[in-house]
């Protein structure tokens, strides 16, 4: 292959002359004598129609790094660089740069190809931006179970990545019924090829589009596999893009995997996304993260780490989000690490041993909204690292609820915020606050208190605690009070068997620096308590009164206020109970175990 626009010798006649031949053909480059060599194009190359490897790793001096570049600036309006059509099933596009081109860069229409160590939309040095006008690459009309970057096969799979960045769309956009099954690996999308500095103009990193009750892409892996060979070589860098990282819209089925998304090469810095890391609307069914730590995202320095509008059975697992790449030190989301609204039903954040790391954001660590189903955050750790012992607090609540009902909370770790660890508003209801450790080390042994308090609850009919161990809170060590009920409509609330102001075992005391429990400004008709040793809270050691009412008709029964666990050992509070509203109850009606033991104040 010669540098010439057309004639013998030249790309365009090349792809004439593989297009005419049966079976795979190989082109192969020695321009020059090696080194980097351009071909200009002044129209449009034509489609690609059989199997083709258009070989750019055969250029003399070749190592690693495109020196082949394809220019298509001068090659006319709604051009791309290379059009994989039809028939061209089984192709390799490898080690090109596909520069400046007015539309996209790459177009693939079939099935079973690979496009691996290319810059499309950066010139040859790497580093300077020479993109297309369309998308990076774009994927439609059905195209199937394509590598774009690694293959993940154990072999060359570090030298296979792409870096697609520059582009004025998408870097890598889907689209269209039947483009399943295509894996995007390896790539740097949206910074140079050094990882570090952001080129210009690009929207989103990947789009994934369906259509709103019309056609849609599917069972997309973006990253790793997790399967143990090649796992971090895998990882995507999806960074510097003026739009999302990467936005699923009415499309279900996708894996995201292992990447950085936000962040420079390393892991250390922002290079942050100016909307979201991911961005799911109307995507069901979708995985972010997985069961094993090589599927771990770093979702960071983006607008919100991740945000799940509408799109139900999302499952989110060992993610770290808010922080670098090794969980010591932010890299925050301005507005908070996951968002969670507009019916999104059936969402999973964390799982039992897989949960995520939500620290060091700039707002919430997760706010819940418009929701009126199961959503689920489980075992995560909100504000602190994941050895569950440094501060790297949410500069707002751990979790916020508001106008969502049937939120469980259950078994996470939630201290350090700067607000509340749990804030659970007025339109929100029946949400069930279960097992966490509130205020604590993630051993509850030692005090790392959220700033404003441990819970707040302006809504009604929510449950903090239960009957067994599993169901029983640790709330103790916060700036404010452990619990505060307040407001008209934070009525009905139940709050059994937990530890406020104690240790994780209940026998020492690490008192909230204000009230155990407060119930205010008309929060009526809740209980504190119950008849049974399981539903029995431990309200001793906090600085302030152990129990603080000035509303009306509340029933506080079955308690230790003021003792430990056992009740054998004074832990005292200020006071025990203070009582200013009318018709509560403290203690006995008819059953024996309601009676509250308050001692030791």
Known sequence: ?????????????????????????????????????????????????????????????????????????????????????????????????????????????????????????????????????????????????NFIGTDGDGTDDADEGNVISGNEAAGIRLESDNTDNNVIAGNIIGLDANGNNALTGQDEGVYIRGLFGGSSPGATRIGTDGDGTSDADERNIISGHTNDGILITFSDGHTIAGNYIGTNLAGTAARGNTRDGIDLTGAD?????????????????????????????????????????????????????????????????????????????????????GTDSTVTLTDNIIGLTEDGTTVLANEGDGIRVDDADGVTIDSNVISG??????????????????????????????????????????????????????????????????????????????????????????TSAIGNSQEGISIRSSANNNVIGGDTAGERNVISGNTSHGISITSNSNQVSGNYIGIDKDGTSALGNLSGVVLEGDNNRIGVLTVAGERNVISGN
């Not at 030190?329 to 041993?353: E, F, M, P, R």
Request: with cysteine.
């Open 417 to 506: 915020n700067d607000d509340y660890g749990i804030e659970v508003l007025s339109a929100a209801a029946g949400t069930f606050i279960t097992g966490n450790t509130i205020g604590l080390n993630s051993v509850g042994s030692t005090a790392i208190g959220n700033d404003l308090g441990g819970i707040i609850l302006n809504s009604g009919s929510n449950t903090v605690g239960g009957s067994t161990v599993a169901d029983r809170n640790v709330i103790s060590g916060n700036t404010g009070r452990g619990i505060l009920i307040t407001g008209a409509t934070a009525t009905g609330n139940t709050v059994t068997g937990n530890y406020i102001g104690t240790d994780s075992l209940g």
């Open 285 to 369: 069914s979708v995985t972010v993260g997985g069961d094993i730590a090589a599927e771990r995202n770093v979702l960071s320095g983006n607008l919100f780490g991740l945000q799940i509008n509408g799109s139900d059975l999302t499952q989110v697992q060992n993610n770290y989000i808010g922080t670098d790449f090794d969980n010591d030190a932010a890299i925050s989301c301005a507005s908070g690490g996951i968002t969670i609204q507009s019916d999104s039903l059936n969402v999973s954040i964390g799982t039992t041993g897989a949960g995520n790391v939500i620290s060091g954001n700039s707002d919430h660590g997760i706010s819940i909204s």
């Open 1 to 145: 292959i010669n540098t010439l626009d057309s004639g013998a010798g030249s790309l365009r006649q090349a792809i004439t002359d593989a297009n005419s031949s049966s079976g795979a053909d190989e082109i192969h480059f020695n321009i020059g004598g090696g080194g980097q060599q351009t071909i200009s194009l002044s129209s449009a190359l034509p489609d690609i129609t059989e199997a083709l490897h258009i070989d750019g790793s055969t250029q003399g001096s070749f190592a690693g790094i495109p020196l082949i570049e394809i220019d298509g600036s001068g090659a006319g309006v709604n051009v791309d660089g290379i059009r994989l059509s039809a028939g061209s099933d089984g192709s390799t596009i490898e080690g090109l740069a596909i520069t400046g081109f007015s539309a996209e860069g790459i177009e693939i229409r079939s099935d079973n190809n690979n496009i691996i160590s290319n810059y499309i939309g950066v010139d040859l040095d790497g580093t300077t931006d020479a993109g297309n006008g369309g998308n990076g690459i774009w994927l439609l009309s059905g195209a199937a179970s």
